[in-house]
Nanobody, 120 residues
Framework: VQLQASGGGLVQPGGSLRLSCAAS????????MGWYRQAPGKQRESVAS???????NYADSVKGRFTVSRDNAENTVTLQIHSLKPEDTAVYYC???????????????WGQGTLVTVSS
């Protein structure tokens, strides 16, 4: 099982960005999916998560600016980001709790990280 993230880049303050993550491999089912980020010199923090049923949860710092969504048929999770601030600069990681065929359910899997830089 692999998670492949994409969509990072350099954006000006106030700009928007869309991050995508696709899970692939021998997948029986995917439970929660979400996004974390790690800024330079800081610990990794949860940004947004979404259950299989579509319930969402956001960090206070991103509420109203970030929107997480998923496509259960395609095994993808997306993070739409608006009104970017310099403090949003970080490596963003997708995460998913996946039941891999042949293993006990569920295990955490991580994408490789995608860098978002907010700067003028």
């Amino acid at each position: 099982v692999q998670l492949q993230a994409s969509g990072g880049g350099l954006v000006q303050p106030g700009g928007s960005l869309r991050l995508s993550c696709a899970a692939s491999g021998s997948i029986v089912s995917i439970d929660d999916m979400g996004w974390y980020r790690q800024a330079p010199g800081k610990q990794r923090e949860s940004v947004a998560s979404i259950t299989r049923g579509g319930s969402t949860n956001y960090a206070d710092s991103v509420k109203g600016r970030f929107t997480v969504s998923r496509d259960n048929a395609e095994n993808t999770v997306t993070l739409q980001i608006h009104s970017l601030k310099p403090e949003d600069t970080a490596v963003y990681y997708c995460n998913a709790r996946i039941w891999e065929r042949g293993r006990f359910p569920y295990h955490d899997y991580w994408g490789q990280g995608t860098l978002v830089t907010v700067s003028s």
